[in-house]
């Protein structure tokens, strides 16, 4: 990420604020741009009176008195997404320079399980003197908050997860922790699972060293002792966060005696992972090219498909492409008992880093395979990926939200043979360059999110999610769902504008609100028009577009409904899944707004469902709230109850990180500007005093 700063010709810096209220004329008019790709230059510049306005060139150069300060700059690795766009924009908040964030440790957390946890855990490190990297405490303002990460990994000593059930499971903190591992930074997990490693991270965790959040002797302690939460992972007392802290240390400490030794940096270890599709092109700190030599494709397929493999392997081979397949050699066996050892997730550790492409052959056997799951999870945002579909397969939401494709070539009808070659040489070929059509569709969605966001500002803003077509609805319990969420302040109600569960909810809601002389709101997300026949679900007209929703607010974004999804998915923090029947559409968004660490409450309201699966789909919420909430066999009165709790505590978790962010924004914001006397009143030797318009110098 390229970064420009500002100074006056009297070598004074133009705040970020002062930044905010430029025009480009401001600053080029008159004035000499100076612009590098390699370094960053800093001038500092006297003008005399009379060379003032004169333009700069070999003339006058020597009328001037330069020093220049140079500063190497290394590139970082950058991914960017709309939860840049969910903090607050640069024009509510100065830009901080980001090179301000460095520090020792990156905590990285799933919000909606482990926030607290991770300010106290900052806490109890900086009171043993380490500087921690907190997103909540050190995001300045809205666009910088991905370069800010971005930078802050890159140059950390020490990335310190917090291994969660849900951890490597939502977009960004799969992201972090591949970009910390693709940076070889030195990391140390905080595992709160009871089994090790985590299911979604086996290999990249294969053999990694980690801390529980407590041990087993403790947890027996507890449990002697009568307690109740000695395993409930949302309850983590100071003691033990303590202890925590001081085995971090001791590692660290560790760590970095044997770095001295080794002669080596923990900060600027080159990765040996090759064509990583996070790195940024002249990215000094990893390999963005392929391999010396023939490039390497890697295939995935699962062990029941043998023949298939072999099959590909050979095709691929007559190309002349290395190849290598995860359904060949000593781990056939490994894989009928449960999935992979240690040794094997090594081996696949090692070839996929050296690999230029990963193809993945997604039969039914592969996408309900556990050692399969694990490879695209590796595999993703470090790779390019390349699926092929066989047997009808039905892609599951996880896998859509991982490859972030919407075109599969299906193996079964044979024309793999026609359209691999081109694509793989597309993707090999150094020479090759690929178009950004994906990066422009998420700046697009990016947008939409924003914009949404500023319309439905209010203290509680939760979407309803549920089916479209549903019997057996308890109207009793749906005026129940309208009574608990009337009750709370300043709340949105948000659906998707669907027939009947988000219609009788949100209807329901209203009348409540009507009732109750409250100002709360209604709003119904439609897209702007989709092009597949959605009568049956929602009011849409004959050339696609869609209906203004009869009571509400209607708001209209993306192209498609699976566009709509992806926007509200980001937009918003709380999703409630009401769950009428075994319905796919709803449970899909419900696991996008899992993906984007967002709250998912899932709430059945037909007793013909079992509920025994809600605790899969729920994320921010115990095992226990989502039991109690979801036992049908108890009153509706009681299961609102649970739900107003619930909420509760929801919003009490949102209301402290905003409260978090508010405060470091105050405690960061620079101070205001004091006004300085001209150079002229203190001797020097312009008397013309210095306006932004006479800018001189552009610092890179």
């Known amino acids: ?287 963005q090219c392929n391999r ?113 494709s919407n075109t599969y070539t299906c193996v079964d009808k044979g024309d793999y043979q026609d359209h691999l070659p081109t694509l793989l040489q597309k993707l090999l070929d150094p020479k090759a360059r690929q178009s950004p059509n994906a990066e422009l569709d998420e700046a697009r969605i990016s947008y939409a999110v924003k914009q949404l966001n500023k319309l439905l500002r209010s203290s509680l803003c939760i979407y309803i999610c549920g089916p479209t077509v549903c019997d057996n609805i308890n109207t009793n319990t749906i005026k129940a769902l309208g009574q608990v969420l009337c009750k709370f302040d300043d709340v949105t109600v948000v659906t998707g504008g669907g027939y009947n569960t988000e219609y009788l909810v949100s209807h329901a809601f209203l009348q409540e609100t009507q009732k109750s002389l409250k100002s709360h709101r209604v709003w119904h997300v439609l897209p702007e028009r989709d092009r597949k026949d959605r009568t049956k679900d929602y009011p849409q007209n004959s050339d696609g577009t869609f209906q203004v929703i009869s009571f509400g607010q209607t708001y209209f974004c993306g192209n498609s409904l699976e566009e709509r999804d992806q926007i509200v998915s980001k937009a918003l923090d709380i999703c409630l899944l009401v769950i009428g029947d075994a319905d796919l559409k709803s449970v899909k968004l419900a696991q996008k707004f899992s993906w984007n660490d967002h709250y998912v409450i899932p709430f059945v309201v037909n007793k013909n469902v079992d509920s025994a699966f809600t605790w899969q789909l729920s994320q921010g919420i115990s095992t226990e709230d989502c039991q109690a909430l979801n036992d049908t066999e108890k009153t509706v009165e009681a299961r609102a109850s649970v739900l107003r709790d619930v909420l509760i505590r929801v919003q009490d978790n949102l209301e402290l990180e905003h409260r978090e962010e508010a405060s470091q924004e105050v405690e960061m914001s620079p101070p205001k500007k004091v006004p300085r006397e001209s150079p002229s009143k203190c001797g020097g030797t312009s008397s013309k005093k210095t306006t932004l318009k006479t800018v001189n110098t552009i610092i890179l």
């Open 1 to 287: 990420m390229q970064e420009f700063h500002f100074v006056e010709q009297n070598g004074w810096p133009v705040s970020a604020k002062q930044e905010n209220s430029l025009s480009v004329l401001d600053v080029c008019k008159g004035s000499h741009v100076t612009i590098s790709t390699e370094r960053v230059l800093l001038t500092q510049t006297r003008v005399s009176p009379e060379t003032d306005n004169l333009p700069f060139n070999a003339s006058t150069t020597n009328k001037y008195q330069s020093t220049v300060t140079t500063i190497s700059r290394k590139r970082h690795l950058s991914f960017r997404s709309s939860k840049d766009l969910e903090r607050i924009s640069p024009a509510d908040s100065s830009v901080g320079d980001v090179t301000g964030s460095v520090k020792q440790i990156l905590i990285s957390y799933v919000r909606a399980e482990a926030a607290q946890h991770a300010l106290r855990l900052k806490q109890e490190l900086s009171a043993l003197g380490f500087t921690v990297y907190l997103d909540v405490h050190e995001i300045r303002s809205g666009l910088d908050w991905q370069d800010s990460l971005n930078y802050a990994v890159s140059n950390c000593e020490f990335f310190v997860p917090l291994v969660t059930p849900k951890y490597g499971e939502t977009q960004w903190t799969n992201r972090e922790v591949k970009l910390a591992d693709v940076l070889g930074k030195f990391i140390i997990p905080v595992n709160f699972l009871e089994n090790w490693p985590p299911k979604c991270l086996a290999i990249q965790f294969a053999t990694t060293q980690y801390i529980d959040w407590k041990t087993q002797t403790q947890i027996n302690a507890e449990l002697s002792e009568g307690s109740t939460t000695a395993t409930d992972i949302k309850v983590w007392d100071q003691r033990h966060i303590r202890l925590v802290a001081c085995k971090i240390k001791e590692l660290l400490n560790k760590a970095r005696e044997k770095a001295q030794l080794k002669k080596m940096s923990l900060v600027k270890r080159k990765t040996v992972v090759k064509s990583c599709t996070l790195v940024e092109e002249n990215n000094e700190q990893a390999s």
């Open 292 to 404: 010396d030599g023939c490039p390497l494709v890697v295939i995935c397929v699962h062990i029941n498909q043998r023949e298939l493999g072999v099959e590909f392997a050979e095709f691929i081979r007559g190309m002349g492409y290395e190849v290598w397949c995860t359904n060949t050699g000593n781990s056939e066996h490994r894989l009928d008992c449960g999935g992979w050892g240690v040794q094997e997730r090594e081996t696949f550790q090692e070839k996929a880093d050296d690999a230029g492409v990963i193809i993945a052959v997604l039969s039914p056997d592969f996408i309900h395979s556990r050692t399969c799951q694990q490879q695209l999870y590796y595999c993703e945002q470090r790779k390019k990926v390349v699926p092929l579909l066989m047997e009808n397969v039905q892609i599951p939401s996880w896998l859509e939200l991982m490859l972030h």
